[in-house]
């Protein structure tokens, strides 16, 4: 099983979004392998997204993702990383499949709901960056 890192946003939270986001993605078979929910730091959020810090949408990002709790998870399944980008659609909601996530739920591509690691060595750096080990079980 494979496993990847997904974050349900702050806009997502803030509308009481994690029940139904949770069943879109217990219903796709992905397992939750840990979670937790939490409000991140500037530092923290600036340190997680550091590939993006030379990206004009860097100091939005940063920003939008330390205005209120967010709910950080690992989540295990065949094929984790592309069957959860596939879960959550594309970056712009406008772009977005139907039936996706962030086309039933996101608000625009800066409020777009859920964060998910895009390869396996962002992956387990993501993880990493937020769980020990012991937090993890499959
Ligand atoms: P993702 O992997 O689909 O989340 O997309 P990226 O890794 O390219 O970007 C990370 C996050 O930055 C996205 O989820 C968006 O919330 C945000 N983002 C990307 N491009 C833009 C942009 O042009 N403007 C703003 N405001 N935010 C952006």
């Known amino acids: 099983m494979e496993k990847t890192l997904a974050i349900i ?3 997502a939270v803030e509308r009481n979004l994690i029940g139904k986001i949770l069943d879109r993605i217990e219903s796709n078979e992905f397992r939750i392998a840990a979670m937790k929910r939490t409000r991140l730091t500037l530092p923290v959020v600036e340190g997680f997204y550091n590939v993006h810090k ?11 993702m330390c205005t209120g709790p967010v709910v950080l998870m690992v989540m295990a399944r065949d094929n984790a990383i592309p069957e959860w980008r596939k879960l959550m659609g594309a970056t712009n909601p406008k772009d977005a499949d139907a039936g996706t996530i962030r086309k039933d739920f996101a608000i625009d591509i800066g409020k777009n ?10 992956a387990a ?3 990493s960056y937020f769980f020990s080990q012991t937090e993890i079980q499959e």
Do not use: C, M, Q, Y
């Open 125 to 127: 750096f993501e993880i």
């Open 54 to 64: 030379d990206r004009h949408f860097f100091k939005d990002l940063t920003a939008s």
């Open 113 to 122: 709901s859920v964060h998910g690691s895009d390869s396996a060595e962002n």
């Open 9 to 11: 946003k702050p806009d």
